[in-house]
């Protein structure tokens, strides 16, 4: 028998996920851009970018709800707590890795998202992931590992964090996969307080300025308020495996960013392995769309 032709409306869901998705990587993947331009220590920065980014992100659940969105705080239930407990830890555990080890191990490291995600998925949702999938995200990592190379000078408990981060990215992805209607944008708001409040007793007010105060603010409501939002629509419409697949495009786009705006040439391998990790996601959607 003939399998039935999908219709156009889950065409079209398919697509703007994959575009909700890659939104979401663009935005993220400014961290490099942002974090390079304000002369601000690390918590100071995550301080001031986590809550520009939760008043932002607070100012859209407000034009799209209302009020009425106000309740969703009181109606997170224990998922999404569990959600605001895993994206402000996936923050924390990131700036600390980035502190504790080399960016190439935490680069490498979170290659392995997609890997994380699918077994997980599996694990809760019985959603096994594609051998085109599977295939696309040994590619990717296979980009990073290039981009970065394979160096011994990383540090056991950076290490330790970065897989921590992995962690709670999967646990996001798999909770909006499984929870479509919870409400994602309060969880987010919460985990956009809390985890930057408890860089408060590290924060200070050296250095301090109108430009640097705006920068800090651009870069919660581009990288965090955008990227969240993006990603809270995408992630819910797509498999785990998928959603950290697109998340993979991260690992080029932030050197790239930098290189356009400071004119820093990247290296060969940089190049090769981005090249790599790109054509490996492309490799990918343009199968599905044969595929259907």
Partial sequence: MARPAQSPPALLMDRRAYLLL????????????????????????????????????????????GRAGLGDFARLGGVGWLYALCSGLGMLFFVGALKATTIANVAIIYATVPFAAAALGWLVLREA????????????????????????????????????????????????????????????????????????????????????????????????????????????RAPPVVTGLMGALETPLTPLWVWLMFSETPSGPTLAGGALVMLAVGWFILSQARGR
């Fill in 22 to 65: 890659f939104g979401a990587t663009l935005a993220w993947s400014t961290s490099g851009l942002f974090a390079r331009s304000i002369p601000l220590d690390t918590p100071t920065v995550i301080l001031w970018r986590g809550l520009a980014g939760a008043a932002g992100l607070f100012a859209t659940l407000l034009v799209l709800k």
């Fill in 129 to 236: 992931p594609s051998r085109a999938a599977l295939l696309a995200s040994a590619l990717a990592l296979a980009g990073a590992v290039v981009m970065v190379g394979l160096g011994g000078d990383g540090h056991w408990l950076g290490d330790l964090m970065a897989v921590g981060m992995v962690a709670s990215m999967a646990g996001i992805i798999v909770i909006a996969r499984a929870r479509p209607a919870m409400h994602a944008l309060a969880a987010g708001i919460v985990s956009a307080v809390w985890a930057p409040l408890a860089c408060l007793p590290f924060a200070t007010l050296d250095g301090i300025t109108p430009a640097t105060v705006t920068m800090m603010v651009a870069f919660g409501l581009v990288n965090s308020t955008l990227g969240f939002a993006l990603f809270v629509s995408g992630s819910r």
